[in-house]
Nanobody, 122 residues
Framework: QVQLVESGGGLVQPGGSLRLSCAASGFTFRTNWMYWVRQAPGKGLEWVSGISTGGGITYYADSVKGRFTISRDNAKSTLYLQMNSLKSEDTAVYFC???????????????WGQGTQVTVSS
């Protein structure tokens, strides 16, 4: 079955960096667009970033553009999110998910991991 396992979260000070990973299995990773979505405390899910099947096309939410970088390693079936210049408003549970096409609609995404907590605080 499809499994998405996020890791790499933690507590970091404002201005710091973290690198999240998402290990995928149970489906053909290289044929899926991959995404990061987050949920801040008390708020709904927010689309963060997406990457094409080959990794050559990336998209970002305005709130993270210029600070976050999404990437993937198809040989390892792993998705990454490099997060720099972190702010308190980046505090959230971060999830990876997938779709066979580009979308920013949460309804189009199938399968979710358990998420990894990112807390930005001094």
């Amino acid at each position: 079955q499809v499994q998405l396992v996020e890791s790499g979260g933690g507590l970091v000070q404002p201005g710091g960096s973290l690198r999240l990973s998402c290990a995928a299995s149970g489906f053909t990773f290289r044929t899926n667009w991959m995404y990061w979505v987050r949920q801040a405390p008390g708020k709904g899910l927010e689309w963060v970033s997406g990457i094409s099947t080959g990794g050559g096309i990336t998209y970002y939410a305005d709130s993270v553009k210029g600070r976050f970088t999404i990437s993937r390693d198809n040989a390892k079936s792993t998705l990454y999110l490099q997060m720099n210049s972190l702010k308190s408003e980046d505090t959230a549970v971060y999830f990876c998910t997938k779709a066979i096409y580009y979308s920013r609609s949460l309804a189009d995404f199938s399968s979710w991991g358990q998420g990894t907590q990112v807390t930005v605080s001094s």
